[in-house]
C-alpha cells in the first residue's frame, strides 16, 4: 500500500484529490495539510511515502516546506503540484529535491503514474520537468564536463537507470552480475557528487548527460 499525502491550503482541492486517491488501487491517503507547518507537525506522528505538495501555502510555503522535509530521515517522496509551471520554478523545485513536479491540472492518469513511479523509482520526469531542466542548464550556463569522468560502461548503466531499468534489469542486459552494476552506480553517484538513485537521475538531466528522449 502506498501511503499518500497532500499539503494544500485549498480545501476544495484536497477534498477532490482524496476522491481521486480513493479511486487508485493500492493507494490511500493518509495525511492532509493546510500548511507546511502543519505537514510538517502531521509528519511526526503520521506516515507518507509521497506527499503532494503546494507552493503557494499560508504559515510556511512549498519551498521552504520542501527544504524542511527533505532533511528528514527517512524522506518521503515530493511530488510537487502547482499552477506555476515557469521552467525556472520547476527547475529550482527539483533542484531543491523534489521527486517530481506536476501542473495542478494534470489528468488522473499521469497523477497516478507520477506517484507510483516515484513511489517505485524515486523520480518521475515528464517532458516538462525534462524541459525545465535543461533550460535552466542554458540560463546557468552549465558544462557537462562529468561526462568526460564516466567510462562508456559507466555511461550505458547510466542512461539504463534514466530509463527506470533496475539494477537486475541492466545486469541481466549486460551479461554483468547485479552486484557489478550496483558498484558502477556507486561510483557514477560518486563522479557526479550524488548520494541516491533519484539524485543521479536529476543530475543527469541537468548535466544534459542523457538524451532526455531516453527518460
Known sequence: MINVGIADDHSLFREGIRMIIDSMEGVQLTLEAESGKDLINQLKITTADVILLDIEMKDMNGIETL??????NPKPKIIVLSMHTEPRMISYMMEQDAN??????????ELELAIRTVYEKGMYLNEMVSKSLLAGLKNKNRKSMPSMQLSSREKEILELICQEYTMQEIGEKLFISERTVEGHRKNICLKLDVKNTAGLVRKAVILNLVDISLT
Open 100 to 109: 517530481g513536479y506536476l501542473p495542478k491540472d494534470v489528468k488522473r492518469d
Open 67 to 72: 527544504k524542511t522535509v527533505s532533511m528528514q
